[in-house]
C-alpha cells in the first residue's frame, strides 16, 4: 500500500509499505497494540487514520529513533493522508477473484469489484490493465460515448 502525505509546504510524500522491514511493521503492530499486519492492512484500505498514522510514522523513526507514537500527530488527517493500492496489490485481488469467478464460470463477481479497486488504486489505469492482463479486457472501463 501507498500512504500519501501531504506536506505543510503542499507537496506530497509516498511511502509504500513494502519498504518498511520486519522489524518495522513489527513496530507498527505493537503501537497498534498488537494487531496482526493483515488486520492493519485491511485497516488502511478502509483509510483508518490510527494505521496510516502508524505507518507514517515508522517511516518517520528512520530520522528520529525516539520518536514516541502516542505522542506522533498529523493535524488534518483527513485531507492529508491517504492510503492507495499498488498494481501488484491489484493483481492479487484480481487473481484471487478470477480464480473464484472461474469456478463459478461468471464475471459478476470482477464486475461488482471493479469500482473499489479503482477507488483505492494509486493508478485508477492499473485496473484496466491488469483485467486485460487476465484475458478480461472485456470488464475495462469503457469511455462514455455521447448520448450515453
Known amino acids: 500500500m501507498i500512504i500519501t502525505h501531504l506536506l505543510d509546504d503542499g507537496s506530497e510524500q509516498q511511502l509504500d509499505t513494502d519498504d518498511l522491514s520486519a522489524l518495522e511493521a513489527a513496530a507498527v503492530e505493537e503501537a497498534m497494540g498488537d494487531v496482526p499486519w493483515r488486520v492493519i492492512e485491511a485497516r488502511l484500505q478502509a483509510q483508518d487514520p490510527t494505521s496510516m498514522r502508524a505507518v507514517l510514522w515508522a517511516f518517520r523513526r528512520r530520522d528520529d529513533s525516539d520518536l514516541k507514537f502516542a505522542e506522533f500527530d498529523v493535524p488534518g488527517w ?36 471493479t469500482p473499489h479497486l479503482r477507488k483505492l488504486a494509486q493508478d485508477p489505469g492499473d485496473v484496466d490493465q491488469a483485467l486485460d492482463a487476465l484475458g478480461k479486457g472485456h470488464l475495462m472501463r469503457r469511455p462514455k460515448v455521447s448520448g450515453d
Open 78 to 113: 483527513r485531507r492529508r493522508l491517504k492510503a492507495r493500492i499498488t498494481r501488484a496489490e491489484i493483481d492479487e485481488a484480481l487473481t484471487h477473484l478470477m480464480r473464484e469467478a472461474l469456478a463459478k464460470s461468471e464475471d459478476s463477481m470482477i464486475d461488482a469489484v
